[in-house]
Structures are given as C-alpha cells and as structure tokens.
C-alpha cells in the first residue's frame, strides 16, 4: 500500500495541488477584470449614442483613466508593502508648482527644473519612508503631515514670490525642450492624421484646425501610464525585489527575520510612489502650461481607491499592478462615463459611491468564495 | 417567488431610471452643458444652478451642471472636453485659468460646439477662444459705473479698500472708480490685506491722516465688514460716502441702517439664466445680441433689499 503511494507521488508533498482554472481564479485581478467587463457593458448598453465612444469621447475617459493609473502603479506598490501615502495629491500640487517656479519664475531650463523637481521628489519620498520606519509611527500619520506641509509650501511660495497662486507661460518656455515634449507631447500624429483624412475618425469641423482629426494623437501621458504599468508588474512578479515586497506587507518580521531588508524595500516604494505623483504633475503642467495652488486636490485617495478595486488588500501584502490599473480604467471610465449617460451632477457622487462600494465588495466576496479565506 | 422577481425587475428598474431618462430626453430639446470652476464647497454658485434650472425650464432644452468637486482647473479642462465629446448644442463656461482651458474650449468650438463665457474672463479672451459672446461684470466698467454714480451724489475724494491685491482684476476695479470720479488714482487705494483686524486699523489710519476723504470703496464683504466696524468705531459711519462690491449679512445691515450707500450685486443670476435663453433662440431662430452682456453691476439700495432679502441665496 504504501509502497504504491509512494511510487505515485513523484511531486514534493509540500506544494498544494491546484487546478489550472483555480489557480487563474485566485489571481488578484479577476475582481477588476470581472468590472471592467461589467463596466463597460454597462455604459456601451446606456450610453452607446452620447458620444462616450467616438475619438474624442474614448480620449477623454482614456486619458482620465491614464491619469489614475499613473499615481494607482505607486499607490499600489506602496500598498502592497503594507504602507500609505496620503501626500500624493499635494506631492502633485508641490511638484507642478516647483517647475512652473524653476522655469518660468527662475528662468531656468525647462529640462533642468524637471530634473531637479523629480530629485527633489524623491528626496521628500525618501523622508516619508524614514521618518515612518525610523519612528515607526502609521504611514497613515506621517504623510497626513506632508500631505498639510507640501500644499503649504504650494500655496505660500508662490503668493511670496509672484503675488498670486497661478504661475503660467510654462508652455511658452517649455517650446522645443527636449525633456518637456517627453511628458508634454504626443505619438502616432502622423497615423491620426492619415485615420482622419481616411475619415475613420471625426475631423474638426471649422476654425483654424479644420479638417483635422479631432484626437491628433496619443497624449504621452497615457505612454506614461502604460510604461508605469508594465515595469511596476513585472517588478512584482518577476523579480526577487517583488517577492520582497509582498513579504514586507505580509509580515515584516518575519520577512526581516528571513533576511528581507524590510526598511529599504519600504522607503524605496515611497520613493516610486512620490516619483508616480511627479510624473503625474509634469505631465499636467507640460499640457496645460500652467501650475496652480489647487493641483491634485484629493488625488491620494482616487490612487487608493482605484488600487483598492483593483483588488489590493489595504492591510498589505496582497495586490497586483495589473488590478490596480484595470481599478484606475474602471474608476475612469465611470466617472467620465456618468457625465456621458447623462446623471444628474449633483447625483452623481452618489453614483460614485455606490458602484466604488459594490466593486468592492463583490472582489472581496469572489475573492473569499475561490480562496475560501475569512 | 415569480412575484419576488417581478418585485426585483420593478425595484431595479426604478433604480435605474434617474439615470437612463436624461438619456432619452435628449432627443427633444436642445441640450447645453454649464462648467464651472466652482468647487462642490462653494455656495455661491447655488444662484447658478437655480438661474439654468429656470432657463431650462422657461425655454423647453436640458441644461446640465458641471464642475470639478474640488475646484481643481485641470479637472475642468477634462469636463470641458468631456461636455465637448458628449456632443451637446451649447457649453457655457467660465475662464477660470486662461491658459489651461483655452485648449479644451477652442477644440470643442472647432468640433462645432457653441460655447459662451460666463462669469470668469474678460470680453477679449472670449474673443479670442472663439466664443459668441461674454455675460459677466467687467470688473472696470463696474467700477467706472460705480464711480459716476458717486460723482453724481457729489463726491469728490475717496478710498479704496483693497484687499486682494495680487489679483489684478479686482484692483481694476478702483481704477475704474477713480476714472468715474474723474480724479486719479494715485494713493487712495489701500492695500488692507485679509486679517479683519488689520483692515480696521489701516483704515482708520488713512482717514486721520487724510480727513477730507468722503467717499470710501470696498472691494467685498472681506473688506468691507471691518470697514463697517472702523467708521462705528471713529465716529463716520453714515457721515462718510460708502459703497461696497458684492453683498453680504453684514454689508445688507449696513445698506438697511444707512451707513452704507450701496453694494453692486454682479447678479449671478443672469450670468446663467440669459447664456441658456441667448443660445436657445440662436440655435432655434438664429439670432443673437450683437454684443457682450454686463449682468453687473446692479446697484442695490435701501429700496431694493426687501427683494435682495426674499431671494438671497435663490436668485440673488
């Protein structure tokens, strides 16, 4: 008897057996996918003829979702690692408004105050990160202080040094940077150009741009978003580093114990989350040419929410990239998609909230049917 | 059970519909879409919302309201291209940050939307978007009204009580009194700053070292509140000449008590109400005012605060 048993298993009889649909239900994404299918239908079912799906309507909410995706690939690493950061919104504010002071108060190089200003970032990324591993007080805590001290600063520097709270003509100085048109500037013009002379795609009908198509290429935020997206999965799933940062969310002493540098994983997760909010920031100011005070106002928890459809446990250690960014589609799409279908504005926060909420629950409710998890 | 589901189907459907009825109610009237700058905090704009309800009602077409929940302007240039995409006949917009939404606004134009700025701007910017026309309270104009009408009651010197003075546009605003006069500018405005305190004293301070002033301008009730106090506290309250920009609890004790002459109303009302009835006829019969639409200024009095009081807050 034994014998034969023996024989048979030839596998290490620590590892579970799985089937292959089980394993593909498991993954962390299934919630997101199952609402951006549900989603989409939704709106393609009450919102087909409104315009939601020609060029400009698909640009408009694509580059919405662009925007989430962008701050949700650092929210969610973050996440992951089991820590916050409530000072995204402001780090944006922060952010836009250095650049529009380096380059258009300063006068220097837009290339230069770009760099500077992600360096700058970073750095304020990496206090984030110390001062929580250091003091080990909640993340949550900390960036709340940054989150006041950054849009602080936004508010005060200006008003000191221009006497108001907006600072344009970025767009003026920023003309022919090649570091600028990285964030600013847009692919594929040429392919757009040509779909709107083979009238696959709506083309302005008066004015100075007559005959061009309406959407004239891809924005290089949505470039941004994708790349963001692909590095931040494959870091996680590919790579010692992600293993590291599912086991600092999961259990940090037992991951220190193991020899996982638990603090360094962390502080360089705030660090990307901070690089995130930059990218977000210069890409807005490059676009419109101007830096204001209110930029980014409650980014933070449209990162986190978009993140949290997305399937990420907010105590840490579960989650995926791939999730997070089809929340952040999702958290688009509904957004602009309501405005589409018409609901009253007043109402539709309300809307909002309750499909935020049933798409939560039915990730947390899947994910505990297949995992069989309490 | 069949009956639960019936009860299901009925209840969803019922769920539903506030959402799928605008849908279909497109079909009829023409529809516009209002995009403020306006965060969901700011109660001002309530006027706005009732003055489109109104329009829209009077003149058979959906208006729908639009603004970012946080005041944030780069979520408004989204709404803008978003209203642009969801093809409506008309977008009525403020120019809240010119450099930000000259974009959206000038592709929606060339897509063939209509578009009028309210509020926010100037007659030239709305020109140069391409927009049919302005319906706001140039703020010069305002002032230069304002400043005839106090020639005509017979003043001759006169303060302005500034206390946003980083932003341009308001300052035009004692410009165009000091035009209205007829005398310069020079150093009757006063920079006040925000604290309440210090405007009171920076106040008082002015008229003892400049006595022979009778004519005093406020901006708004930041400006005008603390003014109130000092003219009580230094014995010219109802002596000295008083007008204020803008209306507020305080400044309407004021006007009723005499010590002040009169607020200019810049009457959000009709920056809403008349966009909606100039498109509808423009898109209807295609006529349209040959110039831009001052709301403001709207001299309010004595006379006229029974009304101010019944509809402050609704229309006013």
């Known amino acids: 008897m034994s014998q034969t048993a023996q024989s048979q298993t030839v596998s290490d009889e620590r590892v579970k057996e799985m089937s292959a649909l089980r394993r593909a239900l498991i993954r962390p994404e299934l919630g997101g996918l199952v609402g951006t299918v549900a989603v989409f239908t939704f ?76 360096a700058m970032c970073i750095v304020i990324g990496a206090l984030n990160g110390y001062i929580v ?29 221009e006497r108001k709270t907006i600072i344009s003509g970025v767009r003026d100085v920023a003309e ?21 002379q083979a009238g696959l795609i709506e083309t302005f009908e008066r004015g100075t741009r007559e005959g ?12 941004w978003a994708i790349i963001l997206v692909i590095f931040g999965h494959i870091l996680l799933t590919r790579t010692r580093f992600g293993n590291w940062i599912f086991a600092s969310g999961g259990d940090a002493e037992a991951a220190r114990n193991s020899g996982v540098p638990v603090s360094r994983v962390k502080i360089l997760m705030f660090m990307f989350t901070a690089f995130c909010a930059c990218v977000f920031a210069t890409c807005q100011v490059m676009e419109f040419g101007s830096a204001g005070a209110d930029r980014g106002l409650l980014k933070e928890f449209e990162a986190i929410i978009a993140v949290v459809i997305g399937g990420a446990l907010l105590t840490g250690g579960y989650g995926s990239v791939i999730g997070a960014a089809l929340g952040a589609l999702i958290f688009g799409v509904v957004q602009q998609g309501l405005f589409f279908a018409g609901v009253e504005s007043s109402l539709f926060r309300v809307f909002l909230g309750i499909i935020l909420l049933f798409a939560v629950i039915l990730n947390t409710y899947i994910r505990r049917l297949i995992t069989g998890e309490r | ?84 995409a969801s093809a409506p006949n008309g977008i009525i917009t403020t120019l809240a940050d010119y450099d930000v939404l000259k974009g959206p606004i000038m592709d929606a134009v060339a897509s063939g ?57 308001v300052g035009e605003r004692c410009q165009g009194f000091a035009d209205g006069l007829g005398v310069e500018l020079g150093e009757s405005m006063l920079d006040s700053g925000t604290d309440p305190a210090e405007i009171k004293n920076r106040v008082m301070a002015y008229l003892n070292a400049n006595p022979d002033t009778d004519g005093i301008l406020t901006l708004g009730p930041v400006s005008a509140d603390p003014t109130i106090l000092a003219l009580e506290e230094n014995g010219m309250a109802g002596d000295i000449y008083f007008g204020t920009f803008d209306l507020g609890d305080e400044i309407v004790k004021g006007i009723k008590s005499g010590v002040i002459q009169w ?53 006013r």
């Open chain 2, 263 to 315: 607020g200019i109303d810049q009457q959000p009302f009709l920056q809403a109400y008349l966009p909606v009835v100039i498109m509808t006829n423009y898109h209807r019969y295609g006529v349209l005012p040959g110039n831009n639409i001052n709301s403001g200024p709207g001299f309010v009095t004595a006379d006229a605060l029974e009304m101010v009081e019944k509809f402050a807050g609704e229309y």
């Open chain 2, 1 to 84: 059970m069949k009956s639960n589901l019936t009860k299901f189907l009925v209840g969803a459907a019922i769920a539903v519909a506030p959402m799928v009825a605008p849908t279909f109610a497109t079909a009829e009237g023409e529809r516009y879409v209002l995009v403020s700058h306006a965060p969901d905090s700011d109660s001002w704009w309530n006027t706005i919302k009732n003055g489109i309800a109104l329009a829209g009602e009077q003149m058979g077409v959906e208006v729908e309201y639009r603004n970012p929940p946080t005041g944030d302007i780069a979520d408004m240039a989204r709404i803008v291209e978003q209203a642009a």
């Open chain 1, 212 to 223: 061009q198509p309406v959407v004239d290429g891809i924005p290089m935020l949505i470039v």
């Open chain 2, 113 to 169: 939307v209509d578009v009028i700025i309210m509020n926010t701007g100037t007659p030239e910017q709305a020109r140069e978007v391409g927009a049919l026309m302005y319906v706001g309270q140039p703020e010069y104009d305002a002032g230069l009204a304002a400043g005839m009408r106090a020639k005509d009651d017979g003043v001759t010197s006169f303060l302005c009580v500034n206390h946003a003075i980083q932003q341009p546009t």
């Open chain 1, 176 to 196: 022919g940077d090649w570091l600028a048109a990285l964030f600013g500037g847009k692919i594929l013009t040429g392919f757009f150009t040509w779909m709107g």
């Open chain 1, 133 to 161: 591993i250091r003091t080990g007080l909640p993340s949550f805590i900390v960036t709340l202080a940054f989150l006041f001290i950054l849009r602080g600063f936004t508010i005060y520097l200006p008003q000191t040094i």
């Open chain 1, 43 to 118: 709106f393609l079912l009450f919102a087909f003829d409104s315009g939601m799906f020609s060029s400009q309507g698909v640009m408009n909410w694509s580059t919405v979702s662009a925007q989430f995706m962008i701050i949700a690939v650092g929210a969610c690493l973050l996440m992951i690692a089991g820590e916050f950061d409530l000072s995204v919104g402001s780090m944006i504010g922060f952010s836009g408004m250095m650049i529009a002071i380096l380059s258009v108060t300063l006068g220097w190089p837009v290339w230069l105050a770009i760099i500077v200003t992600f």
